[in-house]
Nanobody, 116 residues
Framework: QLQLVESGGGLVQAGGSLRLSCAASKNFVGINVMGWYRQAPGKQRELVAIIPTGGNTNYADSVKDRFTISRDNAKNAVYLQMNSLKPEDTAVYYC??????????WGQGTQVTVSS
Protein backbone atom coordinates (compact mmCIF):
# COMPACT_ATOMS: atom_id res chain seq x y z
CA GLN A 1 0.00 0.00 0.00
CA LEU A 2 1.43 3.34 -1.06
CA GLN A 3 2.00 5.85 1.71
CA LEU A 4 1.90 9.61 1.33
CA VAL A 5 3.91 11.45 3.96
CA GLU A 6 2.87 15.03 4.64
CA SER A 7 4.55 17.83 6.54
CA GLY A 8 4.36 21.57 6.99
CA GLY A 9 1.08 22.29 8.74
CA GLY A 10 0.80 24.47 11.80
CA LEU A 11 -0.58 27.63 13.36
CA VAL A 12 -0.17 30.96 11.62
CA GLN A 13 -1.70 34.41 11.89
CA ALA A 14 -3.97 35.76 9.18
CA GLY A 15 -1.90 37.13 6.31
CA GLY A 16 0.91 34.69 6.97
CA SER A 17 2.29 31.85 4.89
CA LEU A 18 2.82 28.10 5.16
CA ARG A 19 4.26 25.49 2.82
CA LEU A 20 2.92 21.95 2.78
CA SER A 21 4.95 19.05 1.45
CA CYS A 22 3.93 15.53 0.52
CA ALA A 23 6.05 12.69 -0.78
CA ALA A 24 5.18 9.27 -2.09
CA SER A 25 7.60 6.36 -2.26
CA LYS A 26 10.35 7.18 -4.76
CA ASN A 27 9.98 3.81 -6.47
CA PHE A 28 6.28 4.29 -7.17
CA VAL A 29 5.56 4.71 -10.87
CA GLY A 30 2.50 5.70 -12.81
CA ILE A 31 1.40 8.92 -11.09
CA ASN A 32 -1.41 10.60 -12.98
CA VAL A 33 -2.42 13.39 -10.61
CA MET A 34 -1.17 14.80 -7.34
CA GLY A 35 -2.88 17.43 -5.31
CA TRP A 36 -4.35 18.75 -2.10
CA TYR A 37 -7.79 18.63 -0.55
CA ARG A 38 -8.96 20.07 2.75
CA GLN A 39 -11.70 19.45 5.27
CA ALA A 40 -12.89 21.99 7.79
CA PRO A 41 -14.90 20.96 10.86
CA GLY A 42 -18.48 20.16 9.93
CA LYS A 43 -17.80 20.47 6.21
CA GLN A 44 -17.15 18.08 3.36
CA ARG A 45 -13.69 17.50 1.99
CA GLU A 46 -13.04 19.90 -0.88
CA LEU A 47 -10.50 20.30 -3.64
CA VAL A 48 -7.78 22.88 -3.03
CA ALA A 49 -5.47 22.32 -6.00
CA ILE A 50 -4.36 19.54 -8.31
CA ILE A 51 -1.50 19.16 -10.76
CA PRO A 52 -1.69 16.41 -13.38
CA THR A 53 1.45 14.92 -14.86
CA GLY A 54 2.21 17.10 -17.86
CA GLY A 55 -1.04 18.98 -17.46
CA ASN A 56 -2.38 22.28 -16.22
CA THR A 57 -2.93 23.06 -12.58
CA ASN A 58 -6.41 23.56 -11.21
CA TYR A 59 -7.31 25.61 -8.14
CA ALA A 60 -10.40 26.18 -6.08
CA ASP A 61 -11.68 29.71 -6.65
CA SER A 62 -11.23 30.47 -2.97
CA VAL A 63 -7.45 29.98 -3.14
CA LYS A 64 -6.59 31.30 -6.58
CA ASP A 65 -3.85 33.94 -6.55
CA ARG A 66 -2.92 32.98 -2.97
CA PHE A 67 -1.88 29.33 -3.19
CA THR A 68 0.59 27.72 -5.58
CA ILE A 69 0.90 23.99 -6.21
CA SER A 70 4.05 22.43 -7.62
CA ARG A 71 5.58 19.00 -8.14
CA ASP A 72 9.00 17.41 -8.11
CA ASN A 73 8.56 14.35 -10.30
CA ALA A 74 12.01 12.99 -9.45
CA LYS A 75 10.99 12.84 -5.78
CA ASN A 76 7.33 11.92 -6.34
CA ALA A 77 6.55 14.99 -4.27
CA VAL A 78 3.93 17.72 -4.33
CA TYR A 79 4.00 21.04 -2.54
CA LEU A 80 1.47 23.71 -1.66
CA GLN A 81 2.70 27.22 -1.00
CA MET A 82 -0.02 29.09 0.87
CA ASN A 83 0.22 32.87 1.12
CA SER A 84 -2.13 35.52 2.49
CA LEU A 85 -3.79 32.92 4.67
CA LYS A 86 -7.25 33.61 6.02
CA PRO A 87 -9.08 32.14 9.03
CA GLU A 88 -11.42 30.37 6.59
CA ASP A 89 -8.41 28.41 5.29
CA THR A 90 -8.34 26.58 8.63
CA ALA A 91 -8.76 22.87 7.93
CA VAL A 92 -7.05 19.52 7.79
CA TYR A 93 -5.18 19.36 4.50
CA TYR A 94 -4.84 16.02 2.74
CA CYS A 95 -2.36 15.06 0.09
CA UNK A 96 -3.89 13.15 -2.83
CA UNK A 97 -2.50 10.94 -5.56
CA UNK A 98 -4.26 9.18 -8.42
CA UNK A 99 -2.39 6.58 -10.40
CA UNK A 100 -2.83 5.86 -14.09
CA UNK A 101 -4.52 2.63 -13.00
CA UNK A 102 -7.21 4.74 -11.37
CA UNK A 103 -6.26 4.06 -7.75
CA UNK A 104 -6.64 6.92 -5.27
CA UNK A 105 -4.33 7.42 -2.32
CA TRP A 106 -4.57 9.86 0.60
CA GLY A 107 -2.17 11.20 3.14
CA GLN A 108 -2.91 11.15 6.85
CA GLY A 109 -3.74 14.86 6.90
CA THR A 110 -1.99 17.86 8.38
CA GLN A 111 -3.70 20.56 10.41
CA VAL A 112 -3.54 24.17 9.24
CA THR A 113 -4.91 26.74 11.67
CA VAL A 114 -5.11 30.42 10.79
CA SER A 115 -5.83 32.80 13.65
CA SER A 116 -7.51 36.16 13.16
Amino acid sequence: QLQLVESGGGLVQAGGSLRLSCAASKNFVGINVMGWYRQAPGKQRELVAIIPTGGNTNYADSVKDRFTISRDNAKNAVYLQMNSLKPEDTAVYYCYLRSYRGNDYWGQGTQVTVSS
